[in-house]
């Protein structure tokens, strides 16, 4: 069993009771309350991500927008005169390392934490924070039930994925024109859960779901898979997994000869799968939130992200920037008590975040989760098509 494989068994959907079992083994922090600034030094605001292993690139990504979006502060005159501190924990996109992660930025004394990638990871991390009220602005984790047992003190600056399993069936079915479609996930939280959200949107659209089974991640060759999958004649073969993945289905339909369009989520659109798939990529599609360089808003912090790290902002990082934004500016109007920058947090409306006006609700999700389409062009993700307010399909041109 390969390391990766252990990581993700621990994320996987039917493993968080187990997961749930590891976290007696994690101390718990000394004292009660969120810790935090107290009455000097700096506002520390928590950034778990994985910053090793196969996902690592998402996770430096997600730390790096962190950091772009702590300096802006900070230049600014900080929070009521303190500097915001960015303090990381590498949890890994697992369940075990994301509690792991979790105590350890309690116990570093952050008053709040803006991060995380994937879904099985911050299950177990979410009643950590919660017993201390330390609030958890998601950036990436999209999986509902993070905010639909939060308690009102998890919120999202990213969708969920039953918005995005919706709108993945109805671009199947309407511009692609798909009735037999295949549904492929690899049985962590995440990608399970938008494959059964696209699922149940596929058949309330009229398609039909010829396949939907997972692969086993961190494998070399996944033809078998893609044969298997083929003879059951799909239109429209719809990945729900991760972006390492990704690039090698995609390379290997095309080695294999294989015609059924191949699509993606959002967990898929990491330019490491570019290099992955190479020209294989052409023409693929995913579905996402919009991406850093098709948003007019984002310009200055791709301009300030690229000048700092020398290179383009990742697919997520966008929203880990809003995500720490708003976070700094709650704090400056209530103070560092995990309660009151939860009521404070609940209080946001229209937002001026770079991803759109963010206003959360009651659970703590956004109330405008955008999800388009991208495809690849040319060696890089370009926005495609994206519903618009009749529910029609348009070019995806941010607004």
């Not at 009151?340 to 759109?356: M, R, S």
Request: aromatic letters at 6%.
């Amino acid at each position: 069993m390969t390391a990766r494989r252990r990581r993700r068994g621990g994320a996987r959907s039917h493993g968080l009771a187990a997961a749930g079992a590891g976290l007696l083994l994690v101390p718990l922090a000394a004292g009660c309350g969120s810790g935090g600034s107290g009455g000097s030094g700096d506002v520390k605001i928590g950034v778990p991500a994985p910053l090793s292993g196969d996902s690592a690139s998402a996770g430096q990504d997600i730390l790096a927008a962190a950091r772009v979006a702590a300096d802006e502060v900070n230049k600014a005159g900080g929070v009521k005169g303190k500097k915001i501190k960015i303090v990381q924990a590498d949890d890994q996109c697992s369940a075990q390392q994301g509690a792991q992660a979790a105590q350890k930025l309690l116990n570093s004394g952050v008053v709040a934490v803006a991060g995380g990638y994937c879904s099985g990871a911050a299950v177990p991390a979410i009643p950590i924070y919660g017993r201390r009220s330390v609030p958890f602005v998601m950036d990436a984790s999209t999986n509902p039930s993070l905010t639909d047992s939060g308690k009102g003190k998890v919120f999202r600056t990213c969708g969920r994925d039953d918005n995005q399993g919706l709108v993945a069936a109805k671009f199947m079915t309407g511009p692609l024109g798909a009735k037999r479609i295949a549904l492929l996930h690899d049985n962590t939280t995440y990608a399970k859960g938008l494959a059964d959200a696209a699922a149940n949107s596929v058949k309330q659209a009229g398609g039909q779901v010829v396949y939907e089974d997972a692969l086993q991640p961190g494998q070399s060759d996944y033809s078998p898979v893609l044969t298997k999958i083929a003879s059951t004649k799909p239109d429209v073969l719809y990945f729900t997994g991760y972006y390492a993945e990704a690039g090698l289905l995609m390379k290997q339909r095309k080695q294999l000869g294989l015609k059924f369009t191949l699509m993606g989520g959002d967990a898929t659109t990491d330019a490491t799968v570019l290099k992955t798939a190479g020209s294989a990529a052409d023409g693929y599609i995913a579905t996402t939130a919009p991406l850093a360089k098709d948003l007019p808003a984002a310009s200055g912090f791709v301009s300030a992200y690229k000048a700092k790290n020398g290179a383009d902002p990742g697919p997520f990082s966008v929203y880990e920037y809003d995500a720490v934004k708003v976070l700094a500016k709650v704090i400056g109007q209530t103070g560092t008590k995990g309660a009151d920058i939860i009521k404070g947090l609940h209080g946001v409306k229209d937002f001026p975040g770079i991803t759109g006006p963010i206003t959360f609700d009651a659970k703590g999700d956004r109330t405008d989760p955008l999800y388009i389409t991208v495809h690849v062009q040319n060696g890089a993700f370009t926005a495609f098509k994206k519903l618009d307010k009749s529910g029609a399909w348009v070019d995806a041109k941010a607004s």
